[in-house]
């Protein structure tokens, strides 16, 4: 199960944390990612993150601004966001795949948190 935390309410240029973890199993040896959701739009691929940590991926729009992070110790992936800009308003959604390859589409993740709403103001 993961559980995602860490989403709120933040004025343009702000920041905020996400957290994922992972119980019930241990997700050390799988790719984990973050997606996010708009109303009206779909599932959108926003970061992920390989088994070990040493490599991560991330979408254009969040190049630079995002950093995505995890402790296999804690179980736990971190999105750390910075200047947040109103079009990232969204459910975020943490998510691991069934084995250490890493996907921008949701279909290549077997396992889904329930998401955290993030909304940043202008």
């Known amino acids: 199960q993961l559980q995602a935390s860490g989403g709120g309410l933040v004025q343009a240029g702000g920041s905020l944390r996400l957290s994922c973890e992972a119980s019930g199993r241990t997700f050390s040896s799988n790719a984990m990612g973050w997606f996010r959701q708009a109303p009206g739009k779909e599932r959108e691929f926003v970061s992920a993150?390989?088994?070990?940590?040493?490599?991560?991926y991330y979408a254009d729009s969040v190049k630079g601004r995002f950093t995505i992070s995890r402790d296999n110790a804690k179980n736990t992936v971190y999105l750390q966001m910075n200047s947040l800009k109103p079009e990232d308003t969204a459910v975020y959604y943490c998510?691991?795949?069934?084995?250490?390859?890493?996907?921008?589409?949701?279909?290549?993740?077997?396992?889904w948190g329930q998401g955290t709403q993030v909304t940043v103001s202008s």
């Open positions: 998510a691991a795949t069934r084995g250490p390859r890493y996907g921008v589409e949701p279909a290549n993740y077997d396992y």
């Open positions: 993150v390989s088994w070990s940590g040493g490599s991560t």
